[in-house]
Structures are given as structure tokens and as C-alpha cells.
């Protein structure tokens, strides 16, 4: 098992940026990829960035290429999500989400992962 806890969330201006936080617990030592994903009300929830655990490999999603950056610290056991240019559609509860096959690298669906945390609440308003 592992245990994910996101932290970061809040309220930030159009052009703002924020910074999300998740700090991974338990089988650490297993995880092979770990993902940042989005639900806005009403919609389903979407890829943003995935990380590989080892090496530091990074995908991210064509809508927050070059303004979201996902990067890693393993000492920490931590994943970070750095959010710059935000704008009002990036507002949506941000999941942190990890898995210890390939298949989560291989395929960004969130069905391809098996832990998840509690979510992190984003809104981008002026």
C-alpha cells in the first residue's frame, strides 16, 4: 500500500502561480510512476503530468505544457506540481496518484493507478 497526501492547493489570481505538494508513504520503495491529475466540476478527471520514480523522466498534458512543470524528491518521497500562467479553466481539484506497474507510463488514464490522495482544491479567479 501506498499512502498519498497532497498539500499546495488554494486560491490564486489569473497569470498566478501555485505549487502542489504530495508526500508518498508506505511502499515507497515500489512506486513506479506517479501522476497529477484534475476533475473539474462536471467533467471527468484528466491526465496533467506523470513523473517515472526512478530517472526523471516527466510527460505532461498539451493543455498545461510549459506552464506546469511535475517534478520529484525522492529523499522526501515527495512529487511537486509547479503551476505557472494559471488560468481560469485550471480550476478543479488536483489528485496526486501512484502506481507500481508500467501501465501508469504507458497509458495516462486514471484508471491505470492505483493509489490516490484526498485532493487538493485549485481556483483561479480574479
Known amino acids: 500500500q501506498v499512502q498519498l497526501v497532497e498539500s499546495g492547493g488554494g486560491l490564486a489570481q489569473p497569470g498566478g502561480s501555485l505549487r502542489l505538494s504530495c508526500a508518498a508513504s508506505g511502499r515507497t520503495l515500489e512506486i513506479y510512476v506517479m501522476g497529477w491529475f484534475r476533475q473539474a466540476p462536471g467533467k471527468e478527471r484528466e491526465f496533467v503530468a506523470a513523473?517515472?520514480?526512478?530517472?526523471?523522466?516527466?510527460a505532461h498534458a498539451d493543455s498545461v505544457k510549459g506552464r506546469f512543470t511535475i517534478s520529484r524528491d525522492n529523499a522526501k518521497n515527495t512529487v511537486y506540481l509547479s503551476m505557472n500562467s494559471l488560468k481560469p479553466e485550471d480550476t478543479a481539484v488536483y489528485y496526486c496518484?501512484?502506481?507500481?506497474?508500467?501501465?501508469?507510463?504507458?497509458?495516462?488514464?486514471?484508471?491505470?493507478?492505483?493509489?490516490w490522495g484526498q485532493g487538493a482544491r485549485v481556483t483561479v479567479s480574479s
Open positions: 513523473i517515472k520514480w526512478s530517472g526523471s523522466i516527466t
Open positions: 496518484a501512484a502506481d507500481f506497474r508500467a501501465l501508469g507510463w504507458n497509458n495516462f488514464s486514471p484508471t491505470n493507478y492505483t493509489y
